[in-house]
């Protein structure tokens, strides 16, 4: 809700800005020190949602390697178990 709060602050003051919309006479330092902050925090949690996103890559590309690894060490085994067998038979 913070983020979606901060989202349309900055919308509106980059239409102020581009003079899409009057300039508010109310418009204060503070509030604009307030939207700078709530800019610096929108930055924060979108480097931190990326490094997550990271994580959640390299975490999975590491699973699916291990899962390889271990489908090709099953294959190789039924391989094995499946020429030991036919030497059985053949006896």
């Known amino acids: 809700a913070l983020l979606r709060q ?3 602050e900055i919308t509106k003051l980059k239409a102020m800005l581009a003079g899409q919309m009057p300039l508010d006479p ?3 330092v503070a509030s604009v020190v307030k939207t700078q902050d709530a ?6 949690i ?13 975490e999975y590309e590491e699973k699916m390697t291990e899962i390889k690894a271990a489908f090709e060490v099953e294959k190789s085994n039924k391989s094995k178990l499946q020429q030991d067998m036919d030497k059985l038979r053949a006896f």
């Open 6 to 8: 901060y989202q349309e």
């Open 46 to 58: 979108r480097k931190e949602l990326e490094q997550e996103k990271q994580n959640f890559k390299e």
């Open 39 to 44: 800019q610096r925090d929108l930055d924060s």
């Open 26 to 28: 109310g418009l204060s």
